[in-house]
């Protein structure tokens, strides 16, 4: 079984990466964050998990980090019927901030698992029903990055404003969370910090 891999990077693309290892390359699915990192022709190290299909065989999983492989693991065998792209999908809005994600999980706080990482409501519910007395097993290093929405709650409005506008799920929530971390008071109005938001959007 493959459980980590060292090499260079011969190419990736949003959700996958083929990593060359002793002169063989090995076909690596990521999360679209981790994957943004990888460029071509550098060297990189991966913790790695195998999956076996019946329909496509042997597929392999690749995480930077070991809690991240520790995190996806933890969704592919605790929530109910979450196969390996489930779970990396879950992954990969975790990745977003795995110590508030850890927070917002053990704190029973739908609001944020759909506000800031974007869950749906139906999706949060389940990961805290699923991971509620099983997230302590996984350990969680670093810091915040994300301060904690319940101080402003209307900040769903917000998101929804910016998607009613033409900006994706992703981008909306990029620029809010760009917004805070620049300082910005949870406590200013919806419509100032939908103004501000967009002009972080059309930079």
Known sequence: MIAYLQGTVLESSEDHAIVVCGGIGYE??????????LVAGAEVSLYVAESISPY?????????HKEDKELWYLFKTAIPNTGPKKALEYLNKALRSVKD????ISNRD???LTGIFGFTSKTAEKLITSLKDKID??????ESKIKV????????????????????PTESRRAVDKLFAQGLNPNEKLENIIKQALRVLKK
């Open 28 to 37: 690596v699915n990521l999360p679209p964050s981790s994957a943004q990192e």
């Open 149 to 168: 929405m319940d101080q402003a709650p209307y900040m769903t409005d917000v998101l929804q404003a910016l998607t009613a506008l033409g900006y994706s």
């Open 137 to 142: 097993a996984i350990t969680v290093q670093g």
């Open 110 to 112: 739908p609001k944020i």
């Open 56 to 64: 496509d065989g042997t597929s392999l999983y690749g995480f930077l």
């Open 101 to 104: 994600f850890h927070q917002a």
